[in-house]
């Protein structure tokens, strides 16, 4: 299902309302909420996802706590000012919204097609497991562009360690969350989410040669 889409920024999770709405913004006259949408990996891990709606949307579904629903849409990035820096934050907007009626084989699936904005970190776990971290710019329309930082493992990350700033990529894979403690200026410890993208497969998008 995911192999043919002609969008450059497509997702598709399946989950449970694990919040409920809270107001978020307004643009042009429509008013936005968010809520976290709580999604199973085949590991029984539960990823909780951040997601942006319109309230265009929601008159025509049950939101409440616990509802099972599926989303198509975009991951999306911006700019917030928090605590004196500017941080950014990761959101899937949606664009459909419809009752999930039966089990989906895999419920969080996104497809990228962007450009390498960062020089790719290479990495390798206490585990020995091999992580390559790559942020990837996905053109929006307006001149915009979303910054979604992604994941590749094992022999992905070794391909996507020689890549460089500026080359075109297309990904596959999963939207993840993971916990972290940060240490605070005070010394506070406080628990963090960070949002990411999974990847299970890349291409690299040849350069056309135009002689």
Known sequence: MMEHVMDNNKVIVAGTVNTPMVYSHEMFGENFYHFELAVPRLSDYIDLLPITISERLMGEIELNPGSEVVIEGQFRSYNKFIDGSNRLILTVFTRD???????????NQI?????????????????????????????????????????????????????????????????????????????????????????????????????
């Not at 020689?162 to 605070?184: A, T």
């Open 97 to 107: 919204i419809y009752p999930k009626k039966e089990n989906i084989k895999n419920p």
């Open 111 to 211: 497809y990228l097609n962007g450009f390498i904005c960062k020089e790719p970190v290479y990495r390798t776990t206490p585990f020995n497991r091999e992580i390559t971290d790559i942020l990837l710019a996905v053109n929006r329309a307006y001149g915009k562009s979303d910054y979604i930082p992604t994941i590749a493992w094992g022999r992905n990350a070794r391909c996507s360690q020689h890549l460089k700033v500026g080359d075109n990529i297309r990904i596959w894979g999963r939207i993840q969350s993971r916990v972290y403690q940060k240490k605070q200026t005070d010394g506070e410890v406080v628990e963090k989410t960070a949002y990411e993208v999974s990847i299970s497969k890349m291409e690299i998008v040849e350069k056309k040669n135009n002689s």
